[in-house]
C-alpha cells in the first residue's frame, strides 16, 4: 500500500462523544500534518510534527488532542466537538517540515450532531 | 489582506478548451509553489511544484509563475471531462498557504 491513508472515510458523532481519527504515511516522510477543510475557505492548518515532535498548534481548541506515536502514524482525538467542527479533515505529510510539497489523504468527512 | 487569493468560479468550459486558472499573492519571500487537483470525496493530489519564477511544463498541463507580479497560472490544454475537479494553489516560504480553490467542470 502506498500514499496516505486515513480511517475512517465518514463518522457522525454527538457533542458528547470520544472518537480518534487516524492516519498513516508509507512514504517514508519525517512530516505530518492535519488539516480542516471547510466550504469557500482556505485549508487551516492545524497541526504539524517533525520526527514525532510537534512543530506547530495553530491555536486549536483543546477538544482536539493529535498524537504521533511514530513517524507513519498520526492520530487526532475528538471529545465534545461543536456542531461548528463538522468538517473534512485531511492528513498529509511531507519530507521534511520546512519545505517540499505535502501529499495529502482522502481525509475523514466529520459531522457532528 | 489575504496570503493568497484565488477566484473561487465556479468556471465551466467545453471540452478541448485551454484553460486558465490564476493565484496572486502578497508576501515576496514565497519560492515555492504548487497546483493540487481535487476530486469530490477525494483528498488535495499534487499536480505541479516549481521553486522560483518561470514555467513548468508536465503534459496538457503548464505551470507558470511570475515572482514580479506575484502572480502564478495553471494552464490546461485541451481539457477534458475528467479535468472537472477543485483546483487549489499554495506557495510557501517556511509556512505553507492554501489559495480557497476554483471549482472546474469541463462540459463533454
Known amino acids: 500500500e502506498t500514499g496516505v491513508t486515513q480511517t475512517p472515510r465518514h463518522l457522525v458523532m454527538g457533542m458528547t462523544n470520544k472518537k480518534s481519527l487516524k492516519c498513516e504515511q508509507h512514504l517514508g516522510h519525517n512530516a505530518m500534518y492535519w488539516y480542516k477543510q471547510s466550504a469557500k475557505k482556505p485549508l487551516e492548518l492545524m497541526f504539524v510534527?517533525?520526527?514525532?515532535?510537534?512543530?506547530e498548534n495553530n491555536s486549536v481548541p483543546s477538544r482536539f488532542s493529535p498524537e504521533c506515536p511514530n513517524s507513519s502514524h498520526l492520530f487526532l482525538h475528538l471529545h465534545t466537538l461543536q456542531p461548528e467542527d463538522s468538517a473534512l479533515y485531511l492528513c498529509?505529510?511531507?519530507?521534511?517540515?520546512?519545505?517540499?510539497?505535502?501529499?495529502f489523504g482522502n481525509g475523514t468527512r466529520l459531522t457532528v450532531t | 489582506q489575504k496570503e493568497v487569493e484565488q477566484d473561487p468560479g465556479p468556471l465551466s468550459v467545453p471540452e478541448g478548451a485551454i484553460v486558465s486558472l490564476n493565484c496572486t499573492y502578497s508576501?515576496?519571500?514565497?519560492?515555492?509553489f504548487m497546483w493540487y487537483r481535487q476530486y469530490s470525496r477525494k483528498g488535495p493530489e499534487l499536480l505541479m511544484y516549481t521553486y522560483s519564477s518561470g514555467n513548468k511544463e508536465d503534459g496538457r498541463f503548464t505551470a507558470q509563475v511570475d515572482k514580479s507580479s506575484k502572480y502564478i497560472s495553471l494552464f490546461i490544454r485541451d481539457s477534458q471531462p475528467s479535468d472537472s475537479a477543485t483546483y487549489l494553489c499554495a506557495m510557501r516560504a517556511n509556512n505553507l498557504f492554501f489559495g480557497t480553490g476554483t471549482r472546474l467542470t469541463v462540459i463533454p
Open positions: 510534527y517533525s520526527l514525532e515532535e510537534r512543530v
Open positions: 498529509a505529510s511531507s519530507q521534511d517540515s520546512r519545505g517540499g510539497p505535502l501529499h
Open positions: 508576501n515576496s519571500a514565497f519560492q515555492y
